[in-house]
C-alpha cells in the first residue's frame, strides 16, 4: 500500500489489556476498546501489527508458555471478532536472574533490548526506520535506533520526554496522526 513499509509494535499488558500484574488469565473484560480501534485503522492503513511483549512470569514459574498461547489465541479470536487483527506476537520468557534455571538468560528479546522488535519487523519484512512501539514503561523505550515510540504515562516510573502521554485517549490520537501522516511519504 505504502512504500514506506513501516510497523506498528505493541506492549502488550497496559496497553492492550489491563496490567494488573503477571496477567496469563484471558477474559474480554480486560480488552481496553481504544488500542483495539487503532488496530483496526491500522489494518485498513495496510501497517503490519506485532505485539512484543515481557512474560517474565515464565521464567518465575508463575505460568506457562502454554498458558501465554492460550491467551494470545483467545485475544487474537477477539479482535478478529471485533474486526481487528494482530498479524504477530513475539514473547520473551527469560530473565537474567529472577526464577527457574531453564529461563534464565540475559536475552536479548527481553525489552528494552531489541530482539523481539527485529525478529517482528522481519518475519513482517517491514523496516525499522519509522516503524511505531507503543508501551507503558520505561523498557518500552527500545534500543534500537529509528524506530519511534509512544509511551503511556501509567502506574511506572518513565523519564519525561516528548513520547510520553498523560492519557490513553492522547496516546490513541497521536498513533492515530502518526499511521496515517505515513501515507504522506509513500
Ligand atoms: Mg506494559
Same mark, same amino acid.
Given at each position: 500500500m505504502t512504500s514506506a513499509k513501516v510497523a506498528l509494535l505493541l506492549d502488550r499488558d497496559g496497553i492492550i489489556n489491563i496490567d494488573s500484574? =503477571?496477567? =496469563?488469565k484471558y477474559s474480554d473484560e480486560i480488552i481496553y476498546p481504544d488500542i483495539l480501534e487503532v488496530v483496526k485503522e491500522a489494518n485498513v492503513l495496510g501497517i503490519p501489527v506485532a505485539i512484543v511483549t515481557n512474560q517474565a512470569g515464565i521464567a518465575r514459574g508463575m505460568y506457562k508458555v502454554s498458558d501465554v498461547d492460550s491467551f494470545h489465541k483467545h485475544l487474537k479470536n477477539f479482535y478478529q471478532e471485533n474486526g481487528a487483527r494482530i498479524d504477530h506476537i513475539e514473547i520473551c520468557p527469560f530473565h537474567k536472574d529472577k526464577g527457574e534455571e531453564m529461563w534464565k538468560f540475559d536475552s536479548l528479546l527481553r525489552k528494552p533490548n531489541p530482539g523481539m522488535h527485529l525478529k517482528a519487523l522481519s518475519q513482517l519484512m517491514c523496516k525499522v526506520e519509522g516503524s511505531l512501539m507503543i508501551g507503558d514503561k520505561q523498557s518500552d523505550r527500545i534500543n534500537l535506533l529509528g524506530l519511534k515510540t509512544l509511551l503511556l504515562q501509567g502506574d511506572y516510573e518513565i523519564t519525561p520526554a516528548n513520547d510520553l502521554c498523560q492519557s490513553r485517549q492522547e496516546l490513541c490520537q497521536k498513533i492515530s496522526n502518526y499511521l496515517n501522516n505515513l501515507l504522506d511519504f509513500s
Amino acid at each position: 500500500m505504502t512504500s514506506a513499509k513501516v510497523a506498528l509494535l505493541l506492549d502488550r499488558d497496559g496497553i492492550i489489556n489491563i496490567d494488573s500484574g =503477571y496477567v =496469563y488469565k484471558y477474559s474480554d473484560e480486560i480488552i481496553y476498546p481504544d488500542i483495539l480501534e487503532v488496530v483496526k485503522e491500522a489494518n485498513v492503513l495496510g501497517i503490519p501489527v506485532a505485539i512484543v511483549t515481557n512474560q517474565a512470569g515464565i521464567a518465575r514459574g508463575m505460568y506457562k508458555v502454554s498458558d501465554v498461547d492460550s491467551f494470545h489465541k483467545h485475544l487474537k479470536n477477539f479482535y478478529q471478532e471485533n474486526g481487528a487483527r494482530i498479524d504477530h506476537i513475539e514473547i520473551c520468557p527469560f530473565h537474567k536472574d529472577k526464577g527457574e534455571e531453564m529461563w534464565k538468560f540475559d536475552s536479548l528479546l527481553r525489552k528494552p533490548n531489541p530482539g523481539m522488535h527485529l525478529k517482528a519487523l522481519s518475519q513482517l519484512m517491514c523496516k525499522v526506520e519509522g516503524s511505531l512501539m507503543i508501551g507503558d514503561k520505561q523498557s518500552d523505550r527500545i534500543n534500537l535506533l529509528g524506530l519511534k515510540t509512544l509511551l503511556l504515562q501509567g502506574d511506572y516510573e518513565i523519564t519525561p520526554a516528548n513520547d510520553l502521554c498523560q492519557s490513553r485517549q492522547e496516546l490513541c490520537q497521536k498513533i492515530s496522526n502518526y499511521l496515517n501522516n505515513l501515507l504522506d511519504f509513500s
